[in-house]
């Protein structure tokens, strides 16, 4: 579901006053690679996926451990077992609707 012009420009209105209409555009327009979901790849992502970032691909072929739960934010204990790129596309997913999270499970 996409934001129409007047909801967008209420939910992204501190972002548009600091950076205007066309740096707004230049952030949906961008597509981010993170390789290896760690805590700060993560963390790095949530701040681009809050302001509207266009999409965002997380390549990571390890599974979720105890220690990647007690490290990272976005990962929780239903996620030990799941693909580590899988299961943090979809919590930082949950953050914005108007992103498009995708994920590959390779090493």
């Not at 943090?88 to 999270?101: C, F, I, K, P």
Request: glycine residues 10%.
């Amino acid at each position: 579901m996409t934001a129409t012009k007047g909801s967008k420009e209420q939910k992204y209105d501190r972002q548009l006053r600091l950076w205007g209409d066309h740096g707004q555009e230049a952030l949906e327009n961008a597509h981010v690679c993170l390789i290896n979901a760690t805590a700060t790849g993560t963390e790095i992502l949530k701040n681009l996926v809050l302001p509207g970032i266009g999409a965002f691909t997380i390549v990571d072929g390890h599974t979720v451990a105890g220690e990647d739960v007690g490290n990272n934010f976005f990962l929780s204990s239903n996620c030990i077992g799941k693909n580590r790129a899988q299961a943090a596309t979809e919590l930082l997913q949950e953050l914005n609707s108007d992103v498009s999270g995708n994920f590959v499970e390779e090493v």
